[in-house]
Nanobody
Framework: QVQLVESGGGLVQAGGSLRLSCAASGSISSINDMRWYRQAPGKQRELVAAISSGGNTNYADSAKGRFTISRDNAKNTVYLQMNSLQPEDTAVYYC??????????????WGQGTQVTVSS
């Protein structure tokens, strides 16, 4: 069984930084794209950043220049370094990964979410 476990959320003042981590575990054969989404209260979930297995990255306009997505393939882990955080970045952040396991073909998995709160 594949699981994604996020960590690193918390409360930070505006202008501060946080680093989110998401580790995949289980009988993993390969991991393709890994992504970070966020969902603020009353809003739809939105894509924040994505990284391919080869390291190509894409960012939402709101994240460009402030957030950096990276991955450690040896650890099956994806990171999101968030700098210059603003109150509008407050949301639950979710990790998403496309994983092929020994039991299933490529499947989209989600983490449980981690709360990020930015105070003004």
């Amino acid at each position: 069984q594949v699981q994604l476990v996020e960590s690193g959320g918390g409360l930070v003042q505006a202008g501060g930084s946080l680093r989110l981590s998401c580790a995949a575990s289980g009988s993993i054969s390969s991991i393709n794209d890994m992504r970070w989404y966020r969902q603020a209260p009353g809003k739809q979930r939105e894509l924040v950043a994505a990284i391919s297995s080869g390291g190509n990255t894409n960012y939402a306009d709101s994240a460009k220049g402030r957030f950096t997505i990276s991955r450690d393939n040896a650890k099956n882990t994806v990171y999101l370094q968030m700098n210059s955080l603003q109150p509008e970045d407050t949301a639950v952040y979710y990790c998403n990964a496309f994983i092929t396991s020994t039991a299933r073909s490529m499947t989209s998995y989600w983490g449980q979410g981690t709360q990020v709160t930015v105070s003004s």
